[in-house]
C-alpha cells in the first residue's frame, strides 16, 4: 500500500508532503497511490501513565482484557503507552503487536514493606531498593518507585531516592516515581528522577530544579477531578482534607510547572479514561491548546524516544478533518490512524457496517 500524506502537521502547522514506504516517511513520491490524506496531522497521541490488563488488585494481567483495552487506545489515536507499573508482566506480544500500540512498561511497581496495594507489585527493603530497582530497569529500560502512598505511611528518604536514581542511571534506565505527598515529591525531584506522576502536593519551590535537570511531571488530572466529589461528601478528616486539598491546588501547579519550563505530559492512569480529556483538562489548568495536545503528542513522544515526522522515522499518525487547536472537542474523532506504516482506522464509508471497515 502507498500513501502519501498531503496535511497540516502540528506544532507548526506547516504542510507536510510525506510518503510511507515499508512502515517508515519518506519525501519520495510514487505516482501508484492508494490513498491520498489531506487534514491536520499529530505524530500520534501517546499516554504516558496508564496500567492496562489490570482486574481486581492482586490479580494478574488479563490477556483479553489488556487486548480489548489497547484496542481502544488505538480507536482514540493513541499509537504508544507508557506504563509505569503492571498487574504482573506482560505477554510478548504487549508493544510488538503490529496492530496494537507501542508500549514501554516499568514492570511491576516497588515499594516499601507495608506500602502499595496487597498482591500487587513488589515491596522492598530499603537495602535492597537500588539493586532490585535497578535489575528492573535493566530489563525494561524503566523502573516504577512508590515513594509515598497513604497519607501517614514513611516516605522514602531522599538518600535512598538518591541511591536508587544513581543505580537505575548506571544501568542506562530511567525512574518514574509515583508520590502525593510533599515530602515523597521532594526526595524524588532533588535525587533527579526522571517522571514524577501526580505530584499535587509538590513544592513549587523544586520547579526551577526540575525543569533544569529535566524531570517531567505527569499530573493524571482526570483521575482526581473525577473522584474529588467522593471525597466531599465524606465527613472532615485528616485523609479527605489531603485528597481534596490536593486535588484542588493540581490545576495551579500545573500551570506555574509548566511556566517555570516543566515539561508536562498527559497520562490517564487507567485504560478506562481517554487521552482527549486528559488534554482537555490540562488546556482547562492554563496550558495553551498546543501545550496540551504536545503533552499528549510530540512532547510525549521526544520523552519516549519516538520520532515524529522526520523522513525515515516510523511512521505514526493520527489525522483529522480539522485544526484541534481551535477546537479540542475534534480530537474525539480523528479520521485516520497509522501505526508503523500501518492503517488501522479510516473514516467511515456510508453505511458500510464497522465489522468490515479496517
Not at 79 to 98: H, M, V, Y
Amino acid at each position: 500500500m502507498s500513501i502519501r500524506i498531503a496535511a497540516h502537521a502540528l506544532p507548526s502547522g506547516e504542510a507536510i508532503d510525506l510518503t510511507i514506504q515499508d512502515g517508515l516517511w519518506s519525501d519520495e513520491y510514487s505516482l501508484d497511490l492508494d490513498d491520498r490524506i489531506i487534514g491536520w496531522a499529530l505524530p500520534g497521541l501517546v499516554d504516558v501513565h496508564t496500567h492496562p490488563g489490570a482486574q481486581k488488585p492482586g490479580q494478574a494481567i488479563d490477556e483479553e482484557l489488556l487486548r480489548k483495552q489497547l484496542s481502544k487506545n488505538i480507536d482514540q489515536g493513541v499509537t504508544a503507552i507508557r506504563s509505569p507499573g503492571l498487574a504482573s508482566n506482560p505477554p510478548d506480544w504487549f508493544g510488538t503487536d503490529s496492530e496494537l500500540p507501542r508500549a514501554f512498561h516499568a514492570g511491576p511497581w516497588l515499594a516499601q514493606p507495608g506500602q502499595f496495594i496487597t498482591g500487587w507489585g513488589r515491596r522492598i527493603s530499603n537495602s535492597d531498593f537500588p539493586r532490585t530497582a535497578a535489575a528492573q530497569a535493566a530489563t525494561t529500560g524503566w523502573c516504577k518507585i512508590i515513594a509515598d502512598w497513604g497519607i501517614d505511611d514513611e516516605c522514602i528518604s531522599e538518600e535512598l531516592m538518591a541511591a536508587i536514581v544513581s543505580a537505575v542511571h548506571g544501568v542506562g534506565g530511567r525512574v518514574a516515581v509515583h508520590s502525593q505527598n510533599e515530602s515523597g515529591s521532594a526526595a524524588a525531584v532533588r535525587a533527579g528522577v526522571d517522571s514524577l506522576e501526580h505530584g499535587m502536593w509538590l513544592d513549587e519551590s523544586l520547579l526551577d530544579l526540575m525543569s533544569k535537570q529535566g524531570t517531567v511531571l505527569v499530573p493524571t488530572m482526570k483521575v482526581f477531578s473525577l473522584s474529588v466529589d467522593r471525597f466531599l461528601a465524606q465527613e472532615d478528616s485528616p485523609k479527605r482534607d489531603w485528597y481534596v486539598g490536593g486535588t484542588q491546588r493540581h490545576p495551579a501547579l500545573i500551570k506555574s510547572a509548566s511556566e517555570a519550563g516543566v515539561r508536562i505530559l498527559a497520562g490517564t492512569d487507567s485504560p478506562e479514561f481517554s487521552i482527549v480529556a486528559e488534554i482537555k483538562e490540562l488546556a482547562a489548568a492554563g496550558l495553551t491548546p498546543t501545550e496540551a495536545i504536545g503533552a499528549a503528542s510530540w512532547l510525549a513522544r521526544d520523552f519516549l524516544g519516538l520520532s515524529s515526522f522526520q523522513p525515515g522515522a516510523s511512521a505514526d499518525a493520527v489525522i483529522y478533518s480539522e485544526d484541534p487547536r481551535e477546537n479540542l472537542d475534534i480530537l474525539d474523532f480523528p479520521e485516520w490512524v497509522i501505526l508503523r506504516g500501518k492503517v488501522l482506522r479510516r473514516p467511515k464509508i456510508g453505511n458500510e457496517p464497522a465489522e468490515n471497515r479496517q
